[in-house]
Nanobody, 114 residues
Framework: QVQLVESGGGLVQPGGSLRLSCAASGSIFRLNAVGWYRQAPGKQRELVASITTGGSRGYADSVKGRFTISRDNAKNTAYLEMNSLKPDDTAVYYC????????WGQGTQVTVSS
């Protein structure tokens, strides 16, 4: 069974940066589009960034220009570089394929606060 393990979250001030990582236990990223999702308290989980097998990227309007998604197929790892963070970015961040195929990992908490 494939496992997804997210890491790299933390507490950061507005305007700060974080780099999230998502490690998969199998070679799923090489064969699938990958997405980063987030869920804020009281809100539904939403897709914030995705990258296809061919490398095409897409972003939610709320993060466009600030977040960058990437992948390393050899390491079975996906990344989310987050810059100019805002309090509204506070959420638990998850990765998965797109469309969603695997069980969710535990996520990584990102808190943006002064």
């Amino acid at each position: 069974q494939v496992q997804l393990v997210e890491s790299g979250g933390g507490l950061v001030q507005p305007g700060g940066s974080l780099r999230l990582s998502c490690a998969a236990s199998g070679s799923i990223f090489r064969l699938n589009a990958v997405g980063w999702y987030r869920q804020a308290p009281g809100k539904q989980r939403e897709l914030v960034a995705s990258i296809t097998t061919g490398g095409s990227r897409g972003y939610a309007d709320s993060v466009k220009g600030r977040f960058t998604i990437s992948r390393d197929n050899a390491k079975n790892t996906a990344y989310l570089e987050m810059n100019s963070l805002k309090p509204d970015d506070t959420a638990v961040y998850y990765c998965n394929t797109r469309p969603i195929t695997y069980s969710w990992g535990q996520g990584t908490q990102v808190t943006v606060s002064s």
